[in-house]
């Protein structure tokens, strides 16, 4: 079926460092990939919409210029949080849907980010 | 908008037990319906999904019907293992939110042997 790969699943970093993840469609080509986050013991929350050669379209009080959003392939989506703090620290999954299945959400194994 | 209201947590039921996770929803038309499972520091897994008023989703012992007439979509298993302590998301998919999904806030299930 098809996998979602989504890399690094954890990673510490200082407090005013930037990290990125990447989020990898193995099987299929991903035209559109989703990043969420999620705090301990609480929901998804979306945060953008990642477009393959366009801009990412940002959820309300989402800092598109903290978190940055680059889909530059069809199998590659990358989130990387800018000038990390404490209060970034949280779970980030991504999400892509394989071409022609309706519904088919497929979701990364997601990034624990623990900012230091 | 659209929003998804689950049963907070946390379960906690015996092995063989009966489990019921209530899910209610808000959304213009008919949308899509799911429940994820979440295995701790794991992303998401479909557990199953229905697409249409009365269409019941079923996969490994779990099922769901879709119920227009009372926005419901309730997760049952009638008898559960250790292995299914997780936690389970509902959530929609509006048919006019294109290709977003809208979560619950997601139940804690915890099985003791």
């Known amino acids: 079926g098809a996998v979602v790969s989504q890399h690094p699943s954890w990673v510490i970093c200082k407090s005013g460092t930037s990290v990125k993840i990447e989020c990898r469609s193995l099987?299929?080509?991903?035209?559109?990939m989703f990043w969420y986050r999620q705090f301990p013991k609480q929901s998804l929350m979306l945060m953008a919409t990642?477009?393959?050669?366009?801009?990412?379209?940002?959820e309300q009080g989402v800092e598109k210029d903290k978190f940055l959003i680059n889909h530059a392939s069809l199998t590659l989506s990358t989130l990387t949080v800018t000038s990390a703090h404490p209060e970034d620290s949280s779970f980030y999954i991504c999400?892509?849907?394989?071409?022609?299945?309706?519904?088919?959400?497929?979701f990364g194994s997601g990034t624990r980010l623990t900012v230091v | 908008g659209d929003s998804v209201t689950q049963m907070e947590g946390p379960v906690t039921l015996s092995e063989e037990a009966c489990l019921t996770i209530?899910?209610?929803?808000?959304?213009?038309?008919?949308?899509?319906l799911f429940w994820y499972v979440q295995y701790p520091g794991e992303g998401l897994q479909l557990l199953l999904k229905?697409?249409?008023?009365?269409d019941k989703g079923s996969n490994k012992g779990f099922e769901a019907t879709y119920r227009k007439e009372t926005t419901s979509f309730h997760l049952e298993k009638g008898s559960v293992q250790v292995s299914d302590s997780a936690v389970y998301f509902c959530?929609?998919?509006?048919?006019?939110?294109?290709?977003?999904?809208?979560f619950g806030g997601g139940t804690r299930v915890l099985v003791k042997p």
């Open positions: 999400s892509a849907i394989p071409g022609g299945l309706v519904d088919g959400y497929t």
């Open positions: 099987d299929f080509q991903a035209t559109t």
């Open positions: 990642s477009n393959e050669g366009s801009k990412a379209t940002y």
């Open positions: 209530n899910c209610t929803y808000t959304a213009t038309g008919y949308p899509s």
């Open positions: 229905a697409t249409k008023a009365d």
């Open positions: 959530a929609l998919r509006g048919k006019a939110a294109g290709n977003k999904l809208t």
